[in-house]
């Protein structure tokens, strides 16, 4: 069988063939418009905004408790620029998985929420010494509902607000 291409190629088959290709492009274009989603009302926008704060400015050094041994109880004795009641810290070095803030001091009470890097406490009360770490009470200046105990290791003194 010899097939002669030349043959095929006439001027009415190339016509049929521009003729199915454009009806195809307008049934494409047509079932394109009528499955697009509507385009939407300039009134009915709504945008979603979320507010990141700035980070605050943190203290190279980490505070550490010196232990007094002229006091039979080992209480903490803090210098200037360390934890006390009435300072404030910040959550550091969690690796993003947050501070467990418990019911008391000690690794046996109960864990009430995360605190997460960053974030911002007063400090109410401590030191307080149990299962080998410095433990403070620790408030949450925009909400009383977030407090806790959590352990020294994780906070860092900040100035201020």
């Known amino acids: 069988m010899n097939f002669n291409f030349r043959q095929l190629l006439t001027p009415r088959t190339m016509a049929g063939a521009l003729g199915v290709t454009v009806l195809l492009l307008i049934l494409l274009f047509l079932w394109i418009g009528w499955t697009a989603p509507p385009a939407p009302v300039p009134g009915n926008l709504v945008a979603v905004l979320t507010v990141i704060p700035p980070p605050t400015s943190t203290p190279l050094s980490l505070p550490t408790a010196t232990l007094d041994p002229n006091l039979p109880t080992a209480t903490p004795v803090f210098m200037p620029g360390e934890i006390a009641v009435g300072s404030y810290v910040q959550i550091k070095g969690t690796d993003g998985e947050g501070l467990r803030l418990r019911s008391g001091p000690g690794l046996g009470s109960d864990q009430l929420f995360l605190g997460m890097d960053s974030e911002v406490f007063l400090v109410k009360d401590g030191p307080s010494l149990a299962d080998g770490y410095t ?11 977030r407090a806790g105990w959590a352990a020294s290791n994780f906070l860092n003194l900040i100035p201020p607000p």
């Open 135 to 145: 433990w403070f009470y620790l408030v949450a200046p925009y909400d009383a509902n």
